[in-house]
């Protein structure tokens, strides 16, 4: 038997391509619907930040204004009341650790032959800084000035100023010697203080 198609347009799988439109429809349908949720999902996600955010400034707000209330209700006199007794607590706490063995064996070590200590006075200066003062009898300007060059080579003492300078009856040199003073700590040098020590500087005297 002789089979022949003698049609003159062929015949295409009609089935075929409409599952796989079919199939490609579900797709896109599919990839619509995840694209919505998503979108739907952010828009969420942002009123939800939205809210957040106009509640933390509406609490930033309301902790300012507590803030502003609460100063307004402190006494300025009063709080420097208090600042001056912790202040006056830190300094008497100093004092008394404040070593007389380390301050005379400074001492010791760097006052020369013709210099003596007639006096003696630590105290705590308002910035906190440590502040020795000395009455010093000296020969000469010289040898004051190696005293107190001295003095700061030890790395306990900085800004080593005199404040006052006469001469006595008896042909010396009395000074008023102030310095930074900072106790060395065991096995460690002592830092160097910020704070200036005194009003006047060597360089008045030369």
């Known amino acids: 038997m002789l089979r022949t198609n003698l049609s003159t347009r062929p015949f295409y799988n009609i089935r075929a391509v409409q599952a796989a439109l079919g199939a490609c429809t579900a797709l896109v349908i599919l990839f619509t619907l995840y694209n919505g949720i998503t979108v ?3 828009f969420g996600m942002q009123r939800s930040l939205g809210a957040r955010a106009v509640q933390a400034q509406n609490e ?3 902790l300012r204004a507590d803030a502003a209330s609460v100063r307004a209700k402190v006494d300025a006199r009063e709080l420097e009341t208090v600042s001056a007794a912790a202040r006056e607590a830190k300094a008497i706490i100093e004092m008394r650790a404040f070593s007389w063995t380390d301050l005379l064996t400074e001492f010791e070590r760097t ?4 210099v003596r ?10 910035d906190g800084t440590f502040i020795v003062g000395m009455r010093v009898e000296a020969r000469d300007v010289a040898d004051l000035e190696r005293f107190l060059d001295d003095l700061e080579r030890t790395g306990a003492f900085h800004n080593v100023l005199t404040t006052d300078e006469q001469a006595t009856d008896d042909g010396l040199l009395e000074a008023l010697v102030e310095g930074a003073y900072v106790q060395p700590q065991p096995g460690g040098a002592a830092e160097k203080p910020v704070a200036a020590a005194g009003p006047s500087g060597r360089a008045a005297r030369e």
């Not at 006052?111 to 013709?114: A, D, K, S, V």
């Open 111 to 114: 006052l020369p032959e013709n």
């Open 60 to 62: 930033a707000a309301r």
């Open 40 to 42: 739907l999902r952010l």
């Open 117 to 126: 200590i007639t006096a003696v006075q630590p105290r705590i200066d308002r």
